[in-house]
Each structure stands twice: as C-alpha cells, then as structure tokens.
Nanobody, 120 residues
Framework: VQLQASGGGLVQPGGSLRLSCAAS????????MGWYRQAPGKQRELVAA???????NYAGSVKGRFTISRDNAKNTVYLQMNSLKPEDTAVYYC???????????????WGQGTQVTVSS
C-alpha cells in the first residue's frame, strides 16, 4: 500500500493551498483518512480526519479555515487550506486506516509528507 501526497508549497499569509493524497495497492477498504502535520521541534498533530461516511473532525486551530474531503472511488483525501497563517507551516502527512485485501485487521498507513510553508 502506498499513500502519495501532493500539493504543498510556499504561500503568502492569507493564501490557499489544496493537498491531495491518493492511496493505492492491495486495498480492501479504507475506514478513516486524515491529515497530520509536524512543525520543527514539535510533535506530530492531527489536523483533520474524515470517516468513510464523511464524518469530520478538525483541530481547533484550523476550524473554519481548512476543509477535508474524500473521494472513496479514488481512495483519495483532500485538504483545502484557506486563510493560511505562518503557524500553519509544517510537513503535512496523510494517513489512512485501512484493511488490505489479504488482511483481517485495520492498520495505519502514512504518506511521505509534503512541506507547506506560509511566509511573506
């Protein structure tokens, strides 16, 4: 199973970015998908998560600015980030809680991370 994230980059404060993460491989079913981030010197933290039934959960610091969505047919999760602030600067990692075709249990899988830098 691979999770391929894309869409990071450099943006000015107040700007927008859209991250995408596509899961591929021997996937039977994906339960939840999400985005985490890790800034230098800080622990990785949850940014947003979405269940297969489209129930969402957001970190308080991004509520009202970020929107998570997913396309189950494409095994893809998106993160629309608006009104970006310098404190949003971090490496963003996508996550999928899924079961592989030959498995019996759900496990967490991670993407490689994409850098988001918010600076003027």
């Amino acid at each position: 199973v691979q999770l391929q994230a894309s869409g990071g980059g450099l943006v000015q404060p107040g700007g927008s970015l859209r991250l995408s993460c596509a899961a591929s491989g021997s996937i039977f079913v994906i339960n939840s998908m999400g985005w985490y981030r890790q800034a230098p010197g800080k622990q990785r933290e949850l940014v947003a998560a979405i269940t297969r039934g489209d129930n969402t959960n957001y970190a308080g610091s991004v509520k009202g600015r970020f929107t998570i969505s997913r396309d189950n047919a494409k095994n893809t999760v998106y993160l629309q980030m608006n009104s970006l602030k310098p404190e949003d600067t971090a490496v963003y990692y996508c996550n999928a809680f899924l079961m592989i075709t030959t498995g019996r249990n759900y496990n967490n899988y991670w993407g490689q991370g994409t850098q988001v830098t918010v600076s003027s």
